[in-house]
């Protein structure tokens, strides 16, 4: 079993899921948010599709995931971005980054971090629901969260991680967290994507899914914030006193 990303089009033109070629830039094409907005909503102001045209619908290309990670994942949930022409999704065992070209599925540019033990060991694995992006205009970041707990901020443009960026574009989730935190075999993790608020990354926390705590030592999962351009700690938030 493998599964892709998989793009729609409207007979018998390409990728009018998404966008068409001459309004691939548009607002109304643009889907820079998991869910839209920071209310989580999950319904999209794209308006291409319609109940008239849904049976219309045919695959335009597919792009297997099967090759990002040690293994083919058998759960795929990634809602992918689209923002200036560039189509951005997680995907694989190893919860890759793909940049691709949305007329056409090119991969633009990958990018993945190999954990090792410390993903096998993660309590919420594979490719996970997806990323975030931000930009000010000027720089355009892509942030997503590791199976191993780690936040990591890449150029949107090239894929590779910003070096300003907490340590060489990685901050680790398991520091600085009003706790101690075995930083291979903890559990904890997170399966969403970060959310930004203006300049700020909220990230939360997750346990293993459907699982009972061993005890009340359990890891804690709080809710912080981080500046979006350093990877600094601005706030955190205690769920559990």
């Known amino acids: 079993m493998w599964r892709a990303v998989r793009i729609l089009r409207e007979r018998p033109y390409v990728a009018k899921s998404l966008a068409s070629s001459a309004a691939v830039d548009s607002a109304r094409s643009r889907v820079c948010r998991h869910r839209c907005r920071c209310a989580r909503a999950v319904d999209?102001?794209?308006?291409?599709?319609?109940?008239?045209?849904?049976?219309?619908?045919?695959?335009?290309?597919?792009?297997?995931?099967?090759?990002?990670?040690?293994?083919?994942?058998?759960?795929?949930?990634?809602?992918?971005?689209?923002?200036?022409?560039?189509?951005?999704?997680?995907g694989g065992s190893r919860r890759a980054v793909v940049a691709l070209d949305p007329e056409t599925g090119e991969e633009l540019w990958v990018h993945s971090e190999r954990e090792g033990a410390r993903a096998a060991a993660a309590p919420r694995q594979l490719s996970g629901r997806g990323l975030a992006y931000w930009t000010d205009g000027r720089e355009e970041r892509i942030l997503y969260v590791t199976p191993g707990y780690q936040l990591v901020a890449l150029n949107a443009k090239t894929g590779m991680r910003i070096p300003t960026f907490g340590k060489d574009g990685l901050v680790d989730l398991k520091q600085d967290d009003d706790q101690v935190i075995d930083p291979m075999s903890a559990e904890i993790g997170l399966h969403s994507t970060p959310m930004i608020a203006k300049n700020v990354v909220v990230i939360g926390a997750a346990h293993k899914s459907g699982s009972i705590p061993t005890g009340k030592a359990n890891v804690k999962g709080y809710v912080r914030g981080f500046d979006v351009r350093t990877g600094k700690r601005l706030w955190i938030f205690h769920t559990i006193p």
């Open 44 to 90: 999209s102001p794209l308006d291409q599709i319609t109940a008239d045209n849904f049976g219309k619908l045919t695959v335009a290309w597919r792009f297997k995931t099967d090759h990002l990670g040690p293994r083919p994942e058998f759960q795929y949930e990634t809602t992918p971005l689209m923002v200036n022409g560039v189509l951005y999704a997680t």
